[in-house]
């Protein structure tokens, strides 16, 4: 484990956490976190992630007032990862498999945002390495311009573009594309990332629009590029494991799997039937199959129980389609609007089916009204 000494930036080993070391004793490190408190930690606990005169996770383009210098030094070439950056980067935290990636804009000169330049930073806090680019464009322009293009190591912070007051007007939209993977190991796989942002460039020029954040030691304008697995501006069409996943306790008896056979038993009760909808009560083996492949299979078996029924009045269909992303209990409401129009359509009971059942009511006029439509 490196040495750890006043003014290094460092990271938590087995905890959430970190920030910059105040003092060492002993075997103590007392590090200030982000809300300003004085936490003392073991030092074999601590990872150092930034020497005493470094910025941030990794090493930062130096900037140099004109306090300090009349002269601009010449830029540096890319550092390579370090030892211990490199250790970083193998460590897996035990949420790390649940990724959240920030973009975030540092001001230069803080108490001057007019003349200030806004240095962008990406946060990679996941267990995953990334494959990023990034590309900008104006508000009226149609074409990208690449700003950034590179692998960002598993929990790591790196410097990926530079922007000044007079770039914002050609400059406003951000596109952010991303692929993650691990080396050498097994893992979930995450769907390709792609996210365009708007740029409220305004923001820019206030003060209080730059905010503390966990990532930063300083206030910056942070944007969300994944919060929590999730990715900003993410579409609501759900993948075919989210609707595998959408189960609705308490689970109720339903039909067999397959082709729907009318239960001549319970069609003369008062019993409603139940039909299960989600895709793993109508399928053995999704795989392969497309989010339109499974619901167009799910208002399939819809269509047969209620077709199987229309002769039924007074009969009671509950159709469980789970809370999910309502996609299902979209289409179910389309196909009741137009081709099955007439019944009465309610929220089944959420104490009997819990959330995200629908229960229709088989009409007399409404079956024969359909029955002639169908002809």
């Not at 069609?267 to 009560?281: N, R």
């Not at 009971?349 to 079956?367: C, D, K, L, N």
Request: proline share 5%; hydrophobic share 35%.
């Amino acid at each position: 484990m490196a040495n750890v000494k006043p003014g290094d930036t460092v990271r938590f080993l087995n905890t959430t956490g970190g920030g910059k070391v105040i003092r060492v004793t002993d075997n103590l490190a007392y590090v200030e976190d982000s809300d300003g408190f004085e936490v003392p930690v073991q030092v074999r606990e601590c990872v150092v992630v930034d020497p005493a005169r470094s910025l941030g996770f990794t090493e930062r383009p130096e900037i140099l007032s004109k306090e300090k210098t009349q002269h601009k030094a010449p830029e540096a070439p890319t550092p390579k990862p370090t030892k211990v950056q490199e250790v970083i980067s193998e460590i897996e935290t035990p949420d790390g498999d649940v990724m959240n990636i920030v973009l975030g804009f540092e001001p230069t000169n803080i108490k001057a945002l007019s003349k200030s330049e806004f240095e962008g930073y990406l946060v990679n806090d996941s267990n995953y390495k990334l494959f990023v680019t990034i590309m900008t464009r104006g508000r009226e322009a149609r074409m990208w311009q690449e700003k950034y293009a590179g692998q960002i190591d598993a929990n790591m912070e790196e410097h990926v573009l530079t922007f000044g007051m007079e770039d914002f007007a050609h400059a406003d939209r951000i596109a952010v594309q991303i692929l993650a993977y691990k080396s050498g190991k097994v893992f979930e796989l995450k769907s390709p990332i792609g996210v365009e942002l708007k740029l409220d460039t305004t923001k820019f020029a206030k003060l209080h629009c730059f905010r503390s954040n966990r990532y930063f030691d300083g206030p910056v304008i942070a944007l969300d590029i994944v919060r929590d697995d999730r990715v900003a501006g993410e579409s609501e069409v759900p993948s075919a494991e989210k609707i595998a996943e959408a189960m609705l306790p308490p689970r109720v008896k339903t039909a067999d799997k397959g082709s729907f056979k009318p239960n001549k038993a319970r069609a003369t009760g008062d019993e409603p039937i139940v039909v299960d909808l989600h895709a793993s009560e109508l399928f053995d083996d999704m795989r392969g199959l497309s989010n339109a492949d499974i619901l167009n299979r799910q208002i399939d078996r819809f269509s047969e129980v209620m077709d199987a029924h229309l002769k039924d009045a007074g009969r009671k269909l509950i159709f469980i389609h789970g809370k999910g992303e309502g996609v299902l209990r979209q289409a179910l409401m389309k196909e009741l609007t137009h081709r099955y129009k007439g019944h009465d359509v309610q929220d089944a009971s959420f104490r009997e089916y819990g959330y995200g059942a629908t229960q229709v009511t088989i009409r007399p006029m409404a079956a024969a009204k359909n029955k002639t439509d169908k002809r």
